[in-house]
C-alpha cells in the first residue's frame, strides 16, 4: 500500500471554527490531492499541488485554502467551517499526475 | 458541468455473471482514464487504467474499453463475484494538462450470491 495518512481521521467541529486537515506521504511523490466525497457528487477535487509551494484551485475550493511547504505534507484549511462541508475528505498522491493516484484512508467531518 | 458522467447510481448483478459499468466524459483534452473501487469507511483504490492510444486493457477478471469517438469507456467484470460488491468511480486526466483527475459520480454495484 503507498505511505499515505491522513489526521485526524474523525473530526466534529462547530460553524465558524478553522480546522485543518493533514495529508502526508512517504512516497515522494510530486503530486497531491484533496477531495471530498458526498451523496449524489461522487468525488470532487477541491485543491492540488503540483510541487512545493505551488498549488492550484479544483472545482469546489470555496472556503478552503492548502498549503505545501514539504514534499511529504498537504495541509487542508477550512477557514470558517460551515454545515455544508460536511463530508468525507480524501487525500491522494500520484507520481506522475495522470496515471494512478493513490488515496489515504479518508477523514470525516462534521460542522455542527 | 460535469466533465465526466457515470448515468447509472447502481447497478445488480448475479454472482458469476458479467458486470458492466459505463462512464462518459466530454472533455477532449482527457487521453487517460482510470477506474477506482471504494468500499464503506474506506479509500478509494485503483483497478484499472487505459492510455487513449489503446482502445482495451485487460488485467485478470478486469477490462476496461475506451470508445474515443463516442467519448465512452466501460468496464466489465468477468465474472462477478459477491466481494466486488462496492462503489465504482471512473475517472479522466490528461498526460499534457493540469495533472488533476476528475471523478464521476460513481456506480454502486451489488453481486448477488
Known amino acids: 500500500d503507498a505511505g499515505i495518512t491522513q489526521s485526524p481521521r474523525h473530526k466534529v467541529t462547530e460553524t465558524g471554527t478553522p480546522v485543518t486537515l493533514r495529508c502526508h506521504q512517504t512516497?515522494?511523490?510530486?503530486?497531491m490531492y484533496w477531495y471530498r466525497q458526498d451523496p449524489g457528487h461522487g468525488l470532487r477535487l477541491i485543491h492540488y499541488?503540483?510541487?512545493?509551494?505551488?498549488?492550484d484551485k479544483g472545482e469546489v475550493s470555496d472556503g478552503y485554502s492548502v498549503s505545501r511547504s514539504k514534499t511529504e505534507d498537504f495541509l487542508l484549511t477550512l477557514e470558517s467551517a460551515t454545515s455544508s462541508q460536511t463530508s468525507v475528505y480524501f487525500c491522494?498522491?500520484?507520481?506522475?499526475?495522470?496515471?494512478?493516484?493513490?488515496f489515504g484512508q479518508g477523514t470525516r467531518l462534521t460542522v455542527v | 458541468d460535469q466533465q465526466v458522467k457515470q448515468n447509472s447510481p447502481s447497478l445488480s448483478v448475479q454472482e458469476g455473471r458479467i458486470s458492466i459499468l459505463n462512464c462518459d466524459y466530454t472533455?477532449?483534452?482527457?487521453?487517460?482514464f482510470l477506474w477506482y473501487k471504494k468500499y464503506p469507511a474506506e479509500g478509494p483504490t485503483f483497478l484499472i487504467s487505459?492510455?487513449?492510444?489503446?482502445d482495451k486493457n485487460e488485467d485478470g477478471r478486469f477490462t476496461v474499453f475506451l470508445n474515443k469517438s463516442a467519448k465512452h469507456l466501460s468496464l466489465h467484470i468477468v465474472p462477478s463475484q459477491p466481494g466486488d460488491s462496492a462503489v465504482y468511480f471512473c475517472?479522466?486526466?490528461?498526460?499534457?494538462?493540469?495533472?488533476?483527475?476528475?471523478f464521476g459520480t460513481g456506480t454502486r454495484l451489488k453481486v448477488l450470491a
Open positions: 491522494a498522491i500520484s507520481e506522475k499526475g495522470y496515471t494512478e493516484a493513490f
Open positions: 487505459i492510455s487513449s492510444i489503446k
Open positions: 499541488s503540483y510541487g512545493v509551494k505551488d498549488t
Open positions: 512516497e515522494n511523490h510530486r503530486y
Open positions: 475517472a479522466a486526466s490528461s498526460r499534457t494538462g493540469t495533472y488533476k483527475y476528475i
Open positions: 472533455n477532449s483534452m482527457f487521453d487517460y
